[in-house]
């Protein structure tokens, strides 16, 4: 496929501005799509009372989105790069608004798992941003702004808690969901008016047997990893959603290799740097979650069990939120990094100070500024990684195939992330102490988890290691390269379906 003629380096004045605007608003597209994973948190506790159902029930008000994020990722992906990435990333925006007025409007157990489903199907809009700004921007930005728009995931996770605690405690708790129907409105008008469309199409027809294999396969092995602590890990139900989903997917790997246009070019995945930047994101997603699940409890556990710090959830929001500061402000020296020594080294440096954060912490929790530290570490070895792998996945594939890799490859963190939950929510039930008439997850079993947390950092560090140095395809270097350069405008129209 012939590229566009390269831009040229003074394509006006107004090129940057219009660049910084594109940044900006496809990061606050990131972060208002990444609220979604602390929204409903302050008021999970209270959700078999507010909804009229059991605990067992409510709990998929959560598991839901989940779910529906996991499938819709790589979905996105593929349509994007082949009708519009602008126009995928639009439809997910209403997808998150019209999820959000259906929870909003409700006051029964249905209706919000139905709204909190087709808020999940938003979550491609971050790999579709990661891609329009490869399409859009000059080399010498596109480095920064991936790390920036990669980073917004754990930004709008950090800022969210204490956000929706503060809206928790002094209103009504439908106002968390018109809160965020408002937010995604506001991102749906701001890419409309600022996002152009891209070019950069692959065409061909929509692989829909694809699409239902890997959804089937998925669900199987997410709902085994999500829900198995539940239905207990020996039980039949969940050891036959393991095995269905590793049929699933291999008759569906099976197919894929097969087909003449697939949902996910197993082909182009299992380029060595492809896969090996797979293979470490599950690790980095299973141990940047420990950080997510355990101080928050740490800091809300009783100050009698001699261990917690007996705060409330809005302080152990705003403990966490400087963490999603620091990995915005990190992007760029990601990006820098990156460009001197290739987003190889910047995810093993990121994974080292994951691992590093994780060992302080084991160290240091008896005071709340010890718990601020951890996140902020934490924080900036998460804003190296994000920034790295999108660098990495960008530089091993066509320009018309970044939309369905940069959504697999958040995929692959998603992953890492349930499974690290359910292996800590092991660790943690079987670990405990009492207090009084409560049995509580022990310090030991915290340790453990932080201490796994620290191993997976480690791992992703060793596997990361595998990975070329540089390698750049069909000609184009990839985005970590690119500073100083003007990069081809890279707008290649292929035939539309």
């Given at each position: ?26 990061a ?30 409510t709990a ?22 082949m ?15 019209i ?51 990669s ?20 209103f ?64 039949g ?25 697939p ?182 079993g ?52």
């Open positions: 496929m012939p590229d566009a003629p390269a831009r040229p380096a003074g394509a006006g004045t107004s090129a940057v501005p219009r660049s910084n605007a594109l940044v900006a608003v496809l606050f597209g990131g972060i208002v799509v990444s609220l979604m994973q602390t929204l409903v948190i302050p008021i999970v506790p209270e959700l078999p009372k507010l909804l009229h159902g059991s605990s067992a029930d998929w008000a959560v598991t839901a989105t989940l779910l529906a994020a996991a499938v819709a990722t790589p979905v996105m992906g593929r349509l994007g790069d009708y519009g990435k602008r126009r995928m990333l639009l439809v997910g925006l209403s997808m998150l608004v999820g959000s007025v259906a929870v909003g409007l409700s006051d029964s157990l249905t209706p919000v798992i139905v709204g909190r489903a087709l808020q999940g199907l938003a979550a491609g809009v971050i790999p579709l941003g990661i891609s329009i700004m490869r399409d859009e921007l000059p080399a010498e930005r596109l480095g920064s702004a991936t790390a920036m728009m980073a917004s995931l754990g930004v709008g996770g950090a800022l969210g808690l204490p956000a929706a605690a503060v809206i928790a405690e002094n009504d708790w439908h106002m968390l969901f018109w809160t965020s129907a408002s937010l995604g409105a506001v991102a749906a008008v701001v890419v409309l008016v600022f996002v152009p469309e891209s070019e950069v199409r692959t065409g061909g027809r929509f692989d829909v047997l694809g699409a239902l294999g890997m959804a089937a396969g998925l669900v199987c092995l997410l709902l085994a990893i999500s829900k198995g602590a539940d239905w207990g890990w020996g039980s139900t969940t050891l036959g959603l393991f095995v269905a989903a590793v049929v699933i997917l291999l008759v569906w790997g099976v197919f894929e290799l097969r087909v003449k246009e949902l996910v070019d197993l082909r182009a995945t299992a380029r060595r740097q492809v896969l090996v930047t797979n293979l470490a994101s599950v690790a980095l997603g299973f141990g940047m979650f420990a950080m997510s699940l355990v101080l928050p409890q740490l800091l809300q556990l009783p100050a009698a069990t001699g261990y917690g710090l007996g705060k409330s959830l809005l302080t152990a929001g705003l403990v966490m939120a400087p963490s999603g500061l620091v990995m915005m402000a990190t992007a760029p020296v990601s990006a820098a990094v990156s460009r001197a020594r290739g987003p190889k080294v910047t995810l093993m440096i990121g994974a080292l100070i994951v691992a590093a954060g994780y060992g302080i912490n084991i160290v240091l929790m008896d005071q709340v500024w010890h718990f601020v530290l951890v996140s902020c570490v934490i924080g900036c070895g998460i804003g190296f990684t994000y920034g790295a792998m999108p660098a990495l996945i960008m530089g091993a594939v066509p320009a018309s195939e970044t939309g369905a890799a940069n959504s697999l490859n958040t995929l692959m963190r998603s992953i890492g992330t349930s499974t690290a939950s359910a292996v800590a929510g092991v660790i943690l039930a079987n670990m405990t102490t009492t207090l009084g008439p409560a049995t509580l997850p022990s310090e030991n915290f340790k453990t988890v932080l201490a796994i947390g620290a191993g997976a950092a480690l791992l992703a560090f060793a596997v990361a290691s595998f990975i070329p140095r540089r390698t750049p395809v069909d000609g184009q270097r990839s985005p970590a390269e690119g500073a100083g350069e003007h990069r081809p405008a890279g707008k290649v129209s292929g035939a539309k379906a």
